[in-house]
């Protein structure tokens, strides 16, 4: 998982670079064009009057960004790139420890009818997830008691939900560290503000315009990165204890199973 998330950082880093490249490569070649058109003798009739192409969401975003400030528009985005990537890496590995578990139950139940308990931890071996895991040492201790078994159980869930909420809290420090840097870009552009109006020793529209400008922008793109982030955060969390609350129930399902193979045997 740690090859994934690191997978998933490398290529949020190059889509960023990528469309700041873009961006600046059609900058100049419209200014080249332009240049050309300009150095023409006799320019098209027609060029005078065409309107001017409409700027796409990329160019906006990418002009609001600069705009912002990249001292702290460029950190909040480094948030954003590593949340997401934690947050895709934990999807991923949640879905991938998602059990049927009613069909491992089944498969468990009949390997210990069938060949014992041997045959039982291959079924748990061959199963992927975390209930298949506290299965296993539940039978590694069953020959020990059923009060060893089931604490073992007790034990290798707490290990398992660990596991299942490990990058959380990376996560929800992302959440709380993007609107901070957003609020104190927002008060350093007021600061901006105020020194230009004691530069200038008047207050003008065109003097705070450029600082409240900035304050809002910084605002604007930390919460929106806490807003995108605090999403994947929820679900991710409700998809834990989903798999926590399977694992609670299989469990219980599990030592009766092994209570009723105890007592055949």
């Known amino acids: 998982m740690k090859k994934l998330f690191t997978l998933l950082l490398a290529c949020g880093i190059m889509l960023v670079y ?9 900058q100049d070649g419209s200014t080249t064009d332009s240049t050309a058109v300009e150095a023409a003798d006799t320019p098209p009739p027609a060029a005078d009057k065409k309107e001017a192409p409409e700027e796409t969401f990329q160019e906006t975003l990418k002009r609001y960004f600069i705009d912002g400030g990249w001292q702290f528009m460029g950190i909040v985005l480094v948030c954003l790139i590593l949340g997401l990537a934690l947050c895709i890496e934990r999807i991923l590995m949640l879905n991938l420890a998602t059990t049927n578990t009613n069909k491992l139950l089944r498969n468990v139940e009949n390997a210990l009818e069938e060949g014992g308990v041997e045959q039982a931890k291959e079924v748990c071996k061959s199963t992927r997830g975390p209930v298949a895991n506290i299965f296993l040492q539940g039978l590694e201790r069953g020959d020990e008691g059923l009060d060893v078994a ?13 596991k299942l909420e490990s990058g959380l809290t990376w996560i929800s420090l992302f959440i709380a560290l993007a609107p901070m840097l957003g609020f104190m870009g927002t008060v350093l552009g007021m600061i901006e503000a105020f020194d230009a109006i004691e530069v200038a020793g008047d207050i003008s529209p065109s003097l705070v315009a450029g600082g409240i400008k900035v304050a809002l922008l910084t605002t604007v793109f930390g919460l929106i990165v806490a807003v995108i982030l605090q999403i994947f955060y929820n679900y991710i969390v409700s998809k834990v204890d989903s798999l926590v609350n399977s694992m609670e129930s299989a469990s219980l399902s599990f030592i009766d199973i092994l209570a009723r193979f105890a007592k055949k045997s």
Not at 18 to 24: S, T
Request: net charge negative; hydrophobic share 40%.
């Open 18 to 26: 990528g469309a700041n490249f873009n961006y600046a490569y059609a």
């Open 150 to 162: 089931e604490k073992a159980i007790v034990s290798s869930g707490s290990v398992e939900m660990g």
